[in-house]
């Protein structure tokens, strides 16, 4: 049934086969994603979802290490890999080794000043910036990485940390543990505290600090120069990690005696950085994938190193060639008195590093009270 | 400009009015969001993103622990809050304590039947169905919590794990450590072997198995009855944790003497532990929330423990109502002889038990071995 009434102008049926392009190319643009915007001068490709705009992230992580390096290098892409698994890729974090992007040593920078948005490294890296940073990683005689995270994360810890790296524009995160490292190579034994003397030893930051005070000679060496360093006797003695990362090195190709107990390092905490800026931009949901991915990291290095070191102390262990020698009582306590010095020294120099060892020295106390009716007390039991 | 061609039917008008309003109401109904769906039974929640249905899920989690007990209850609310919070609501898990839902001892057999899609517990419980399983909670003299991650995690435990809680049609997860559980409380003093004779001792599972073997009397009572078993003298000595959940009970009021070491429980694993068919239903994305929410909760738990434990043993330490003692060396040994007696009964008797045994014993020998040059060196260094 058709009337003359019932025709109808083109302008009407422009408007309408318009308003139906318009749609329909509005949906289809949805269902395929992709929307460009910036945010923050940073080109980020979003979708829109549920009516909320669901934005990707694309970040970059500056590392201390070379990429992959087994253990201290692994955690950085362990974390990467799982905030881009866990956000179904609406974050990825793109690793680069140390000197790839910025040198090793610059990531606490590189972080601070927004060059990148994630940096993985170590704090006491800092601490002719931030001499409060060694109690963030490790100091001489300090705490086991068991010890390290319950002061972090029940303990006060990391809201000082946070407390601290906040005015350089950085939040940071536990990210991962070495555990008790050695106390280090040496091409002659160590008979007792005279035997320092002379002895030069690549041990850099705080440990090498304390070594010098306690009569040695500390030097600083990137962990590629000690093989032919110890070599070729231009040092006698060098730390390194453990029998995981030290065998990888060859050193025990090139020294005779591996001495115990680590007594610089007891427990090193790695940490993740992340700029504020960068953080705020992030919705709650990839915040808090970000902080899961790192304390997932977190204990991942220490079970890693913990089962990697015993098997290659297995290897060293029926290894003719080397001597496991324990540092003599005496060294250990000359070692002892000068840390205890030094924490003086620099907490009376600076207000920050008082406050972080004084909380840090409080729960020291108590914890290795603690231990000595339950960790230690099991641990010589179980050798009866 | 118009000509007669240019009129239309009403029928093209209608046909056009008809895509509009199809496809404006497909776009709105997408942002609106929440299409209902059902998948494997359960009522699930949808919103449609990017193309590909994102389902919500609601799942239901049962405890062995009253709901918020200290440290082991801590764990499953970390957990089910991380989910939610990573997820952002599209996984939500709903916490129940011990009896709410199911008895506290049932929720093996409930994740197994697909009543609930989660469980958290402890592996020693089943011993009666999987006489293995104690060797991935704690077995006495076995792994401390750090020992214990290495093996899960870099040494083939969790492998194995997964392996033997298959055909329950669960999938387990490490989910939190208490660390080293103390000797228990005492109303009698230890001095030798002989004093084990005619104790009556709350102390259950494998730590009580071995305990009665070397001459006591190994009783099993739940945490509620400790404190009037123990003032009533139905019991002469009961273990429970350590000082943190300990106190809570008020243990430190009825018994005078608190034993160390531990030896019974030295770094006991809990476990999250999820129906398979669940997890199959979950995207890749939210079974990595899961993975990475129990690694979290994992640490957490230790974290936890370290710090509040020493915290609560400061106290302990300044009550002179407390006497702290140690285990003769000869109620040690005869202790560890007797668990070495039972490890060899149960793998004699179970294949599944042989073969985990045969993994984990070769671990803990190499890492008991390489913690007498590392933490173990380390903490009794320190003391110097």
Known sequence: M?????????????????????????????????????????TIAGEITSGIEKEHFEWKMVTSWPKNFPGLGTAPETFAKLVNRMSDGRLTIRVYGGGELVPALEVFSAV??????????????WKGKIPASPFFTAVPFGLTAQEMNGWLHYGGGLELWR??????????????????????????????????????????????????????????????????????????ATEWVAPYNDTALGLHEVAKYYY???????????????????????????????????????????????????????????????????????????????????????????????????SWKAYEEGVRNYHHITEQAYINARDL
Do not use: C
Request: aromatic residues 10%; without cysteine; glycine residues 8%.
């Open 2 to 42: 058709t009337t003359n009434n019932n025709r109808y102008s083109p302008a009407i049926i422009l408007a309408l086969v318009a308003a139906l392009v318009a749609v329909s190319w509005l949906y289809v643009a949805e269902k395929a994603g992709s929307v460009v915007s910036t945010n923050n001068g940073r």
């Open 260 to 358: 115990y107990p680590g007594w610089h390092e007891p427990g090193p905490a790695l940490e993740f950085l992340v700029n504020i800026d960068a953080w705020n931009t992030l919705p709650a949901d990839l915040q808090a994938i970000i902080e899961a991915a790192a304390r997932y990291a977190n204990q991942d290095m220490l079970d890693e190193y913990t089962a990697r070191n015993n098997a290659a102390f297995m290897d060293l262990q029926n290894n003719p060639d080397i001597e496991f020698r324990r540092f003599p009582d005496d060294v250990i306590k000359a070692l002892k008195k000068a840390a205890d010095e030094y924490y003086q020294e620099i907490t009376a120099e600076d207000e920050v590093a008082k406050k972080v060892y004084t």
């Open 112 to 125: 601070s000043q927004g060059t990148v948005e994630v940096g993985h490294s170590a704090g006491y890296y």
């Open 163 to 236: 407390e601290v790296y906040k005015p350089f524009n950085i939040i940071p995160f536990a990210g991962g543990n070495t555990g008790v490292q050695m106390g280090g190579w040496f091409n002659r034994e160590i008979n007792s505290v005279e035997d320092l003397k002379g002895l030069k030893m690549r041990i850099p930051g705080v440990g090498g600090e304390v070594f010098s005070r306690a009569g040695g000679t500390s030097v600083t060496l990137p962990g590629s120069e000690l093989y032919t360093s110890l070599q070729t006797g231009v040092i006698d």
